[in-house]
């Protein structure tokens, strides 16, 4: 993400939001400030988020890696994503979950030994700067999702135990 900050610039309509982590944040911040002399208006770094429904709810674009759970967050709501699966994970199963969500239209990966700056900005580029194709990889993300799927699994529960 680092490499990227200096291309945000060229969507000077869009926020970045970049979720380092706390372990991550002052050398990742340092380390932006230094590419770029001074930090953006549009570039938000960011330890940690408190208030992820909010976030979600105005977000237009995600890069992120691809576990399940927050998958299936995204599908719920509908966010088109970019995925760069964790190639750290057990039988490669990020990569599985990415490309189920690429086949349907609702992301775009980049496998981790391919990604580069200029590569991830691409992909940023051709979904942001064409609402078209923004629109219908949210279509595609809100088809994958199971806005209810708490509620299903509460009945299926109090089925199976007999509880009402």
């Known amino acids: 993400m680092i490499g990227i900050a200096p291309l945000t ?55 992120n890696r691809a576990g399940a759970s927050f998958l299936a967050e995204i599908t719920s709501l509908g966010i088109p994503s970019v995925l760069i699966p964790s190639p750290n994970v057990t039988n490669n199963h990020q990569e599985a979950n990415a490309r189920q969500l690429e086949d349907a239209g609702a992301s775009r990966m980049i496998l981790e030994k391919d990604l580069t700056a200029e590569l991830l900005f691409s992909k940023l580029e051709e979904i942001m700067t064409d609402s078209s194709v923004r629109e219908a990889m949210s279509a595609a993300a809100s088809r994958l999702g199971k806005p209810d799927s708490a509620a299903a699994i509460t009945e299926e529960i109090r089925r199976l135990t007999g509880k009402r």
């Open 9 to 63: 610039s060229k969507l000077p309509g869009v926020h970045f939001v970049y979720v380092t982590g706390d372990a991550y944040f002052e050398q990742t911040r340092e380390a932006i400030r230094a590419k770029l002399g001074a930090m953006n208006n549009h570039l938000h770094i960011v330890p940690y988020v408190h208030n992820m429904p909010e976030v979600l709810a105005a977000t237009s674009l995600i890069v």
